[in-house]
């Protein structure tokens, strides 16, 4: 497994595209620095560039770089559901992120996923990666490897392959941007009005 992390480390740090389990789903991506490589994740996934595509972070210390302050209250849902399949949309440092991973908006959907390998990954790329679905735009999500479209597997630099198993529902996302927060997608996480 060690030398898949390497590699998985590699690929990222100069610009690849990974397909990697998450504890949701299989996902896609790339580091959330590097323009050419968002632009050529979009294409792939054939994803329209209006829509944001979440990210995947390895500590609260690491998503505080790229969100502006984080709104009292969000800091205990934090707590209770990372690592986990909770996704917080949050105002973000648009200096720091792309345009593009953000759909044009101001806002950043990021959360840290219970898989410890990933986070390990992520540490070592030193910045969050984009952690979007490994499907093209409108398939069904893959939970498991079989599921992963050979089509889109060639056109990845790297697939990372592990035996655990992986959940079978995506992450629940919560915009914290407004008040009070919404529920926008009902996922692996169950609450009620964001709580």
Known sequence: MDKQVQEAVRVFKNGGIVIFPTDTAFGIGCRIDDENAIKRLFKI?????????????????????????????????MKKYWPGALTLILQCNEVKVPSLVRGG???????????????????????????????????????????????????????????????????????????????IREGAVKMKNGK
């Not at 329209?48 to 205990?76: E, T």
């Not at 392959?161 to 996302?173: A, P, R, Y």
């Open 105 to 183: 908006r101001k806002t950043l959907g990021v959360r840290i996923p219970d898989r410890k390998i990933i986070r390990e990954i992520i540490s070592k790329v030193g910045v969050p990666i984009l952690g979007t679905s490994a499907n093209f735009s409108g398939e069904k999500t893959p939970f498991k490897f079989e599921d992963l479209n050979p089509k889109l597997t060639v056109m990845v630099d790297y697939i990372l392959k592990i035996n655990e198993k992986l959940g079978d529902n995506v992450s629940t996302v919560i915009d914290c941007t407004v008040t009070p927060w919404k529920i």
């Open 45 to 77: 996934r054939k994803r329209p560039r209006n829509k944001a595509v979440p990210v995947l972070a390895s500590s609260v210390d690491m998503v505080r770089k790229y969100v502006r302050k984080i709104p009292q209250g969000v800091g205990i849902l």
